[in-house]
């Protein structure tokens, strides 16, 4: 997947200085083509190769909290769908819709 975003972030606290906010909010929009990888076997006959798919769609949402000085804690949610139709083995179709669901934690440290 190759995924273009657009992000809005929200500082909570005075003036809505993101460096120094207790609290901070992200939305993210993203869309962008993919490029699977088919591998298939079928009737003992094999495939596999790159090729271009669909476009993917993201839609996410976090937080980062200020825990000490310079150290932010992260949490954000993450959930990616594309309908993919792909050529298989033997001159077959493959149809899928694919759905995924992202929870990412981490610490950052800002200067």
């Known amino acids: 997947m190759l995924l273009a975003n657009a992000v809005v972030r929200h500082a909570f606290g005075k003036r ?3 460096r120094t906010a207790r609290l901070v909010a992200a939305a993210r929009v993203g869309a962008g083509p993919t490029l699977p990888h088919v591998e298939s076997t079928i009737a003992d ?3 596999e190769r790159y090729e271009r798919g669909a476009v993917a769609f993201q839609a996410a949402g976090g937080i980062e909290l200020l825990v000490w000085k310079h150290l932010r804690a992260l949490a954000e949610y993450k959930f990616t769908r594309c309908r993919q139709s792909v050529d298989a083995a033997d001159g077959a179709r493959v149809e899928t819709l694919l759905r995924t669901h992202h929870f990412a934690f981490g610490v950052s440290w800002h200067f």
Do not use: R
Request: glycine residues 34%.
């Open 45 to 47: 006959v094999g495939d």
């Open 16 to 18: 809505g200085d993101y």
